[in-house]
């Protein structure tokens, strides 16, 4: 119904003394912005490219704008009471022949086949590669060398990237004349349209290749097989990546490799637990230890250990930090520090004499050395 309708200059958003230049620039940037194939699967684009379309298909022909100006969207509606040589619905719309290649080719800068030709020829950067290598804890924390295996694309070395055994074996595609597109005349419910599409006979590249190269098939382009020396830094953490770069797939047409890029995974240690640069581990102390004080064996990085003394009186999980002793940073190289927990081992399977011993201790020990144990039931018991 004519009355649902928006104006169609509110529609391209133009005031309704546009020109014709002002016109068509509006509608090219709303037809590149609501184009089916730049919003695919959206209704709601599908429907404003649709009015938009059928706006310009009124306000491009001269003859058609002078109707709608003088009596709007009646012009074009048979219920109206019909007689201003209108429309029937979208019907009447075969007069327009819109080319969306030509609109398309805007986009890109230039115009019609040249702008194509430019666009197949335009440098392409390659793909970028992943890979993956394991390594060990105190590879991670120390730095390595590794060698890395991966596959990535390379221009074939036997056709410089042509395709064809020779430079005579190659021909302008007849179909699109070089193009490597073809323009293609529709009838839809908003008239004759014209799309352009990839040629089927070239594949878009616009050369049609007589002997293709044997080596890659005609293709330009094989896969191979590479192996590298790769530089781990110290420090580096488990699931972050190397980047490598060029040494990704070859670009086309003088585009920039890709890069390789490598993700690091780290073993897990038995006997450290990383947090950022700093690591933690656990120390089993006896009881007589942490009674006494003690120089206790604190593992380090790389193996072996160190001494570190503890003070008389040491509870059951009392951290103590190591400074400097953790992983280096990846970028500073500062190192963070190692926190070790104390676990006291209570001694089990004890003979006579050392339970009679015991006892003989924890009776001399009377109440006096029990602060904690006592304000734990003055909390329980509120006394």
Same mark, same amino acid.
């Given at each position: 119904?004519?009355?649902?309708?928006?104006?169609?200059?509110?529609?391209?958003?133009?005031?309704?003394?546009?020109?014709?230049?002002?016109?068509?620039?509006?509608?090219?940037?709303?037809?590149?912005?609501?184009?089916?194939?730049?919003?695919?699967?959206?209704?709601?684009?599908?429907?404003?490219?649709?009015?938009?379309?059928?706006?310009?298909?009124?306000?491009?022909?001269?003859?058609?704008?002078?109707?709608?100006?003088?009596?709007?969207?009646?012009? /074009?509606?048979?219920?109206? #009471? @019909? +007689?201003? &040589?209108?429309? $029937?619905?979208?019907?009447?719309?075969?007069?327009? !022949?819109? *080319?969306?290649?030509?609109? /398309?080719?805007?986009?890109? #800068? @230039? +115009?019609? &086949?040249?702008? $194509?030709?430019?666009?197949?020829?335009?440098?392409? !950067?390659? *793909?970028?590669?992943?890979?993956?290598?394991?390594?060990?804890?105190?590879?991670?924390?120390?730095?390595?060398?590794?060698?890395?295996?991966?596959?990535?694309?390379?221009?074939?070395?036997?056709?410089?990237?042509?395709?064809?055994?020779?430079?005579?074996?190659?021909?302008?595609?007849?179909?699109?004349?070089?193009?490597?597109?073809?323009?293609?005349?529709?009838?839809?419910?908003?008239?004759?349209?014209?799309?352009?599409?990839?040629?089927?006979?070239?594949?878009?590249?616009?050369?049609?290749?007589?002997?293709?190269?044997?080596?890659?098939n005609g293709k330009g382009r094989i896969k191979i097989n590479k192996k590298l020396e790769v530089n781990i830094p110290a420090g580096i953490d488990d699931r972050q990546n190397i980047v490598l770069r060029g040494q990704g797939s070859a670009g086309v047409n003088g585009g920039a490799n890709g890069d390789l890029i490598i993700e690091i995974r780290v073993?897990?240690?038995?006997?450290?637990?990383?947090?950022?640069?700093?690591?933690?581990?656990?120390?089993?102390?006896?009881?007589?230890?942490?009674?006494?004080?003690?120089?206790?064996?604190?593992?380090?990085?790389?193996?072996?250990?160190?001494?570190?003394?503890?003070?008389?009186?040491?509870?059951?999980?009392?951290?103590?930090?190591?400074?400097?002793?953790?992983?280096?940073?990846?970028?500073?190289?500062?190192?963070?520090?190692?926190?070790?927990?104390?676990?006291?081992?209570?001694?089990?399977?004890?003979?006579?004499?050392?339970?009679?011993?015991?006892?003989?201790?924890?009776?001399?020990?009377?109440?006096?050395?029990?602060?904690?144990?006592?304000?734990?039931?003055?909390?329980?018991?509120?006394?």
């Amino acid at each position: 119904m004519a009355e649902n309708k928006r104006d169609y200059y509110e529609v391209l958003g133009v005031q309704k003394g546009a020109g014709e230049d002002e016109i068509k620039k509006a509608y090219r940037s709303l037809a590149k912005k609501y184009h089916p194939d730049m919003n695919p699967g959206d209704k709601e684009a599908e429907v404003k490219f649709k009015e938009v379309n059928e706006a310009y298909a009124v306000l491009s022909d001269a003859d058609k704008r002078a109707k709608y100006d003088r009596f709007g969207h009646a012009a /074009f509606d048979p219920s109206s #009471g @019909g +007689g201003y &040589g209108g429309f $029937s619905g979208f019907g009447d719309f075969g007069g327009a !022949d819109f *080319d969306f290649g030509d609109i /398309f080719s805007s986009f890109f #800068g @230039g +115009g019609g &086949g040249a702008s $194509s030709r430019s666009r197949q020829n335009m440098p392409i !950067d390659g *793909d970028d590669v992943g890979a993956r290598i394991t390594i060990s804890f105190d590879e991670a924390a120390f730095g390595t060398k590794k060698e890395v295996n991966f596959a990535r694309i390379e221009t074939c070395p036997d056709c410089a990237g042509k395709g064809a055994e020779k430079a005579e074996d190659i021909e302008t595609c007849s179909a699109c004349r070089g193009t490597g597109r073809v323009t293609v005349k529709q009838q839809t419910m908003l008239g004759y349209m014209q799309t352009q599409r990839p040629c089927q006979s070239c594949r878009g590249t616009g050369k049609i290749i007589k002997t293709p190269c044997k080596n890659c098939n005609g293709k330009g382009r094989i896969k191979i097989n590479k192996k590298l020396e790769v530089n781990i830094p110290a420090g580096i953490d488990d699931r972050q990546n190397i980047v490598l770069r060029g040494q990704g797939s070859a670009g086309v047409n003088g585009g920039a490799n890709g890069d390789l890029i490598i993700e690091i995974r780290v073993k897990e240690d038995k006997i450290f637990e990383r947090n950022g640069n700093n690591l933690y581990c656990e120390v089993p102390i006896t009881f007589a230890e942490a009674a006494l004080g003690a120089d206790i064996d604190v593992p380090v990085l790389g193996g072996g250990s160190e001494k570190y003394r503890i003070p008389e009186g040491t509870q059951s999980g009392t951290t103590f930090t190591l400074r400097g002793k953790g992983i280096p940073d990846i970028n500073t190289k500062r190192k963070g520090d190692l926190i070790i927990t104390v676990a006291i081992e209570t001694p089990k399977n004890l003979n006579s004499e050392q339970k009679k011993l015991l006892n003989a201790f924890a009776e001399s020990l009377g109440e006096s050395n029990g602060a904690k144990r006592e304000n734990f039931f003055k909390k329980l018991f509120g006394k």
